[in-house]
């Protein structure tokens, strides 16, 4: 009983930052995203009779704390659902930069709920693996499928699902994954509980259901100078919202403007590139393939900037033939 999966992160484009159900992890708005490649999280689950407890290790060291909570707690879901009882061996690499602001919970969330599923003999679809993999990180439930996504709320577990909008192929956007040292302080679980005490928080909710809609008309016309406007709304809202609650979070980092700086003049220049920002330092730069050399060699340049990692539009989550152990 051992499978092995892959997943990508994603990019939020409309940001999620609030929870309605804690326990089901259904998520205060509706949200979208672009999966990101070649970047991923691949993980190999194994159930057997060998094991006398979970034991998980995430690039090379054994999972501890919240994060070995966190998974232990998904694979019971999963042995809940299969009617298995054994424990399992969970081994997981990630090759990119980890807690600095790019989904590394997201793609490993992902990968654990389908290699998990698949390990325990659970022959599930797409819609119920989004479903699976929102409950152990809410933004998983968007690396299940691939390209554009939209993650409806719902109104119960049932009917909270990413789904595709646009293939990979459908829109040849380019996304820099622009990384700052900075590690992120605060998690987004906490940050999303405090987010409620910012006077900001109720303004930008009233606004979701119009992005959703503008970043699906976005979409349908292959309008990266659109898609990357909403994004770059959304995340000042959401640093906003951030940095108004009640203790205030600052995520960004000297660097993280000077990275949006360089993108506002790159932009009056005529070179179309949109930044957006998670819960961290780091910043995704959308462009055209035409300028994704020349816009990374300049956000190379400025100071503070560890890396730029060029990235396509993804696709979802797979099971791959080769086990990490
Ligand atoms: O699902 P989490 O706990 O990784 O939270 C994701 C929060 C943001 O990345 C800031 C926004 C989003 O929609 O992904």
Same mark, same amino acid.
Request: glycine fraction near 8%; charge should be positive.
């Given at each position: 009983m051992?499978?092995?999966a892959?997943a990508?992160?994603?990019?939020a %484009?409309? &940001?999620?930052? *609030?929870? =309605?159900d804690?326990?089901?992890?259904l998520? $205060?708005n509706s949200?979208?995203?672009v999966?990101?490649?070649p970047?991923?999280?691949?993980?190999?689950?194994e159930?057997?009779k060998?094991y006398?407890k979970?034991?998980?290790?995430?690039?090379?060291e054994?999972?501890?704390?919240?994060?070995e909570?966190?998974?232990?707690?998904h694979?019971?879901r %999963?042995? &809940?659902?299969? *009617?298995? =009882?054994?424990?399992?061996r969970?081994?997981? $690499?990630?090759?990119?930069?980890?807690?600095?602001?790019?989904?590394s919970s997201?793609s490993g969330f992902?990968?654990?709920?389908?290699a998990?599923?698949?390990a325990?003999?659970l022959d599930?679809?797409?819609r119920?693996?989004?479903?699976?993999?929102r409950?152990?990180?809410?933004?998983?439930?968007?690396s299940?499928?691939?390209g554009?996504?939209?993650?409806?709320k719902g109104?119960r577990?049932?009917?909270?699902?990413?789904?595709?909008?646009?293939?990979?192929?459908?829109i040849?956007m380019?996304?820099?994954?622009?990384s700052?040292?900075?590690r992120?302080?605060?998690?987004s679980a906490?940050?999303?509980?405090l987010a409620?005490?910012?006077?900001l928080?109720e303004?930008w909710?009233?606004?979701?259901d119009?992005?959703?809609?503008?970043?699906?008309?976005?979409?349908r016309?292959k309008?990266?100078?659109e898609?990357?406007s909403i994004s770059?709304a959304e995340?000042?809202?959401?640093?906003?919202i951030?940095?108004?609650?009640n203790?205030?979070i600052?995520y960004w980092?000297?660097?993280?403007?000077?990275?949006?700086?360089?993108v506002?003049?790159?932009?009056?220049?005529?070179?179309?590139a949109y930044?957006s920002v998670?819960a961290?330092a780091?910043?995704?730069?959308?462009?055209?393939?035409e300028?994704?050399?020349?816009?990374?060699?300049?956000?190379r340049?400025?100071e503070?900037v560890?890396?730029?990692?060029?990235?396509?539009?993804?696709?979802g989550a797979?099971i791959?033939g080769?086990?990490?152990?």
């Open positions: 051992k499978a092995t892959m990508h992160p994603n990019s %484009i409309v &940001k999620y930052w *609030g929870k =309605s804690e326990e089901l992890g998520p $205060l949200s979208a995203s999966t990101i490649a970047y991923c999280t691949r993980t190999t689950v159930f057997s060998a006398a979970d034991e998980a290790f995430v690039d090379n054994k999972a501890s704390g919240e994060t909570v966190r998974i232990v707690k694979l019971d %999963i042995r &809940k659902l299969a *009617g298995v =009882s054994l424990r399992a969970v081994v997981s $690499l990630n090759d990119f930069p980890l807690g600095c602001g790019f989904g997201a992902a990968a654990l709920t389908l998990a599923s698949r325990s003999e599930l679809r797409e119920e693996l989004s479903i699976l993999a409950q152990g990180s809410g933004s998983a439930c968007r299940i499928p691939g554009f996504v939209i993650w409806r109104e577990s049932e009917d909270s699902y990413a789904q595709s909008i646009a293939e990979p192929g459908d040849d380019r996304i820099l994954m622009v700052v040292g900075k992120k302080e605060i998690s906490r940050g999303m509980t409620k005490t910012s006077p928080m303004a909710l009233a606004q979701k119009e992005r959703i809609s503008s970043l699906t008309k976005a979409v016309q309008s990266i100078g898609i990357g770059e995340s000042l809202c959401l640093h906003a951030c940095m108004t609650s203790p205030p600052i980092a000297p660097t993280t403007l000077r990275i949006m700086r360089e506002l003049i790159m932009r009056e220049e005529g070179i179309e930044f998670d961290g780091s910043v995704y730069v959308y462009t055209h393939p300028h994704e050399i020349g816009v990374s060699t300049r956000l340049e400025i503070g560890e890396r730029v990692l060029r990235c396509k539009v993804g696709s797979r791959v080769k086990h990490l152990f």
